[in-house]
């Protein structure tokens, strides 16, 4: 990777980071945030689902804006659009506040991820796209680490008050994008010259017809698009992994309490060495894996080794192993979404921000089916979203070894072939 693309990863890894911090503050306490308003397994998958729903909608079409008018706008309409639910949803007193925050949070949150990812493929090589993507996720998990033990800690004397830190942090990251982070796309123009004319009557990547044409190709048409494209395969393996990781964050904190009587301290200090070990894992695992195996092989190990990190999790009953089982589950996933993107990112063949916010959309719908199964059969037994998560894993593992082949030789080999067929014939036309 060259400096000038290293340090610009670098810096929207940065940003990432600070953002992650604040996301992190409000993992440890949010299902005793729910439970102090008097709701239980169930809904707190609703409300996990509900951002993650609004990000499945407008995934796509941030998406295809970022590929229109830049990269660093959309980002930065996403961090505002996470800090400002952040803050209301500290303020919120009534679980409908809670449901209103969350559904803000899809909204407009949900352009950050795609413009990122977007972002690593502009200004990487397919070399590097994978070491890219590990290093965004890497700092992401970051944050994750000094989050939930700052959340847990802070929210001693308030269960609101990591929320408006999360508000502020947010703020900080928006700054940090204005000021340093340059935009990988050169449309000739700036944004404040994008007049909301021009952005209203724009094809955001999906054809002509601006709105009315998204309207019409909406992101379910979308998604039975991608399923039945070349891609498809992949698209399903996102959603399968935010199925996997969002089933055990969407109810853990209800699992440990009920489980073992955990309260948010605890809650927070295991959460903070999962995100400890995801955080290695893809700075010193992503890269070198996949140079050496390929993403297709390491896909299918991180499915296998998902489906036993389930059960282990499940047989672990003291501190010391249930953070033991929850480190193998997470470094089991560690390099599953990575890959998996990198993967999408190679054999693409349309924009790259249109096809990382369609990815999104596959990621969302993870997180929309991931927390609501979860909470469903969570309310019926304790150990059921994990049990069911190892079967689900295991699935994803067989099918992984009868659709994902070998793309780069097939492709080489259709290129030996193009050039022997070009040499015969051009020989033929010299003959003649």
């Known amino acids: 990777m060259k400096g000038s693309e290293r340090g610009k990863i670098l810096i929207l890894a940065f940003t990432l980071a600070v953002v ?59 961090i505002f659009g996470y800090g400002l639910s952040a803050l209301l949803f500290g303020l919120a007193t009534q679980l409908w506040m809670l449901f209103a925050a969350r559904a803000l949070s899809g909204l407009l949150s949900s352009a950050a991820l795609a413009a990122s990812m977007a972002y690593v493929g502009d200004t990487t090589s397919e070399a590097d796209r994978s070491s890219g993507m590990g290093t965004l996720g890497a700092a992401m998990a970051l944050g994750l680490i000094l989050g939930p033990a700052m959340g847990g800690a802070l929210a001693g004397d308030s269960l609101s008050r990591p929320f408006f830190i999360a508000a502020a942090l947010s703020l900080l990251a928006l700054l940090l994008i204005l000021l340093l982070l340059p935009e990988s796309k050169d449309f000739g123009f700036r944004f404040s010259d994008v007049g909301l004319k021009q952005i ?5 990547g999906m054809g002509n017809g601006g709105w009315r044409r998204y309207l019409d190709h909406n992101p379910f048409g979308g998604l039975k698009a991608g399923l039945v494209g070349p891609l498809g395969f992949l698209f399903f393996m996102v959603a399968l992994f935010s199925f996997a990781l969002s089933n055990f964050e969407a109810v853990f904190g209800l699992y ?40 297709e092989r390491v896909i299918r190990a991180s499915l296998i080794a998902g489906s036993v990190g389930f059960g282990v999790l499940l047989l672990a009953n003291t501190f010391f192993t249930i953070l033991l089982a ?10 599953l979404r990575p890959a998996s993107l990198a993967l999408i990112s190679k054999r693409t063949t349309t924009g790259q921000g249109t096809v990382m916010g369609l990815s999104n959309s596959f990621s969302s719908l993870g997180r929309i089916a991931g927390p609501i199964w979860a909470g469903f059969v969570f309310d019926r037994h304790v150990d059921l979203p994990y049990l069911s998560g190892s079967i689900i894993m295991f699935i994803g593992f067989v099918l992984s070894l009868i659709w994902i082949k070998p793309h780069a030789d097939r492709g080489l080999e259709a290129k030996v072939a193009t050039n022997r067929e070009a040499a015969r014939w051009q020989s033929g036309k010299v003959a003649k």
Not at 30 to 56: C, D, H, K, M
Not at 200 to 204: A, E, L, V
Request: proline content about 5%; charged content about 20%.
């Open 326 to 335: 929850t480190a193998f589950f997470i470094l089991s996933k560690t390099l």
């Open 256 to 295: 440990a309490h009920q489980k073992f009587d955990y309260g948010p301290e605890k809650v927070g200090m295991i959460l903070m060495v999962v995100a400890l070990v995801s955080t290695v894992g893809k700075a010193a695992l992503t890269g070198p894996a996949t140079r050496r195996w390929g993403e």
């Open 20 to 78: 992650m911090l604040g996301f992190g503050l409000v993992i440890p306490i949010f299902p005793f945030y729910i439970e102090e308003l008097g709701a239980s397994g169930r809904e707190l998958g609703l409300l996990v689902a509900t951002s993650a729903l609004l990000e499945f909608i407008f995934a796509p079409l941030w998406g295809g804006v970022s590929d229109r008018i830049g990269r660093k706008p959309v980002l930065m309409v996403g």
């Open 200 to 204: 209203r009557n724009s094809d955001f």
